[in-house]
C-alpha cells in the first residue's frame, strides 16, 4: 500500500468517525417538556418566557420606559375556569424598589380559553404585594394581530403612564400611575407569564425598545446598554429572531 | 485485498450515514426555530414623545356596547365568590355591592391606592355601567401577573368591578383599604357581615 493510500485511509477513517460520533449522537432537549408551574398562595410559582433587560441603575444606567409591540400567534387556556391565566407583556420595575407597572394581553382567569385582552397592573412603591390595582378590556385582541403597548416617564416626575396602539396608530393613553413611583427605573422584562396548574398554550413575537435620551427615543434592547438576556421556566422557550437583537424573540409554550 | 475493500466500503457507510444524520437533525432544528409564522413586528414609527402628544386625543378602538340585560345580584355574588376563590379565600365576609358608571368605580379604586395622575383612564369604558362589589378576607392573588421574582399581591380587602350586563371583571383592586363605595350610590349587602 502507498503512503498515498494510507494517508487516504487515514482521512476516510477519522471523517467517518467524526461524522458518525456528531450523526447518531441524540441532540439533548434543551427544555423539560413538563409544565411545572402552578397557582398557590403561598408564593408566586409563575412561569416565564422573557427577555430581561437589567441595567446597573441610575445614572450610569437607567431609562424612561420601554414599548412591546406583540404578536399573540396562539393561546389557549385549559384551566381557565379554575383561575388559571397567561399574559404576552412588558413590565417596567426597579432593582431597588419593590412597586411596577405592566401591560399587555391576558387570556383565562374566568374569562375564556382562548379570548385575549389587553390589560394594565400596578403595584405602587409602598405596596410591598398590597394595593395592587388592575384593568382588563372587555374588548378583545385578534391572534396575529400586532398591538403596541408603552410604559413611560418622559418627564421624570414620577407618573408612569400606559399608552396602547395597534400597528403604530390609534394611539391613546390607557392609564397613568403617579403614587410612590420612582422617576426612572432600571428594569425591564417582556414576554409570556403562566399562571396556571394546567399546561397552557401560547406562541407569540415580540419587538422591544427602551426609550431614554434628550429628545427621548427607542433603543433596542442590546446596544448601548448590554445586559440584555432569556430567561426560560420549564416548558417555556424563547428564541432571539434570526438575524435581529435579543429584544426581538419568539416564545411559545410547550416547547 | 477484499477484506481492505470492505473496511473502506464500511467506512465510506458510515461517513455518509452520518452526515446525513447530521444533516436531519439540522435542518429539524431549522424548522423549529422557525415554527412562528407571523412577521417580525416593528418598534413605532413615531418617537416616544409623539405618541404621548397624539395619544390624549385618540379613542379607544375595540370598545364593546352594553347590550341584553343587567346581571341579578345573585349572579354578581357567584361571580365575586369565583374570583375571591381564585384568590385562596373561598369565604370572604362583608361582600356589599354598588352600581355606578364605570369610570367612577375606576376612579374610586385610583383614589383608594392614592393615585391623584390625571387622565387616568379617562376613555376606558367611561360611560359604561358597572357593579362594584368589595369584600374582605385573607386574599392572595395568585391568577394576576405580577414581575418575575416578585410575589403575588396579598390583601384584606378585594374590590372587584365587572361590567353590569356580561359580568367581565374590567377592574380589580387589592389592599387593606376600603374602597368608599357608598360614594357610587345605594349599597347593598350580598353576603356575610361584620
Sequence with gaps: MTICKRIALCVLLSSALTAMIIGFTPVAPAKAATWKCYRSAEENHHCYALTEWDMVGCPKECIQGGVANIVTE???????????????????????WPGWVESGQIAGDGMSCC???????????????????????????????????????????GIWRVYWG?????????????????????????GLEGGANTQPYNSGVQALAGVWGEPPSWHPWEGAYSKAKFSESPATCIEQWPGSWIGNAFYHTPC | M???????????????????????????????SSSNTS???????????????????????????QSGPELSLSQVQQIALKYAK?????????????????????????????????????????????FFVVMHGSFTLSDVPVPPGRKSPTGTVMGLILDAHTGFPEGRYLGTTTPNIESLGSVVQLGGSH
Aim: aromatic content about 10%.
Design chain 1, 74 to 96: 396562539s393561546m389557549d387556556v385549559p384551566g381557565w375556569e379554575s383561575g388559571d391565566f397567561v399574559t404576552n407583556e412588558l413590565w417596567v420595575s426597579s432593582h431597588t
Design chain 1, 115 to 157: 379570548e385575549i385582552h389587553r390589560f394594565e397592573a400596578a403595584e405602587p412603591n409602598y405596596g410591598k404585594g398590597k394595593d395592587f390595582t388592575m384593568y382588563i378590556q372587555p374588548g378583545t385582541v385578534k391572534l396575529k394581530e400586532a398591538h403596541d403597548y408603552v410604559i413611560q416617564d418622559l418627564e421624570y416626575n
Design chain 1, 166 to 190: 395597534q400597528e403604530n396608530t390609534d394611539w391613546y393613553e390607557a392609564g397613568a400611575y403617579n403614587h410612590e413611583y420612582s422617576s426612572s427605573n432600571d428594569e425591564l422584562e417582556a
Design chain 2, 2 to 32: 477484499f477484506q481492505k475493500r470492505y473496511l473502506r466500503g464500511l467506512l465510506l457507510i458510515g461517513a455518509v450515514a452520518g452526515i446525513v444524520m447530521t444533516s436531519l437533525q439540522i435542518a429539524g432544528a431549522s424548522a423549529t
Design chain 2, 39 to 65: 412577521p417580525l413586528p416593528t418598534i413605532p414609527s413615531q418617537s416616544p414623545s409623539e405618541i404621548q402628544a397624539v395619544a390624549k386625543e385618540m379613542p379607544p378602538n375595540n370598545e364593546v356596547p
Design chain 2, 86 to 130: 381564585f384568590a385562596n379565600e373561598p369565604n370572604p365576609d362583608d361582600m356589599k355591592v354598588a352600581q355606578g358608571l364605570f369610570v367612577n368605580e375606576w376612579n374610586l379604586v385610583q383614589k383608594t391606592v392614592g393615585n391623584t395622575s390625571s387622565g387616568v383612564s379617562n376613555e376606558l369604558g367611561a360611560a359604561n355601567s358597572a
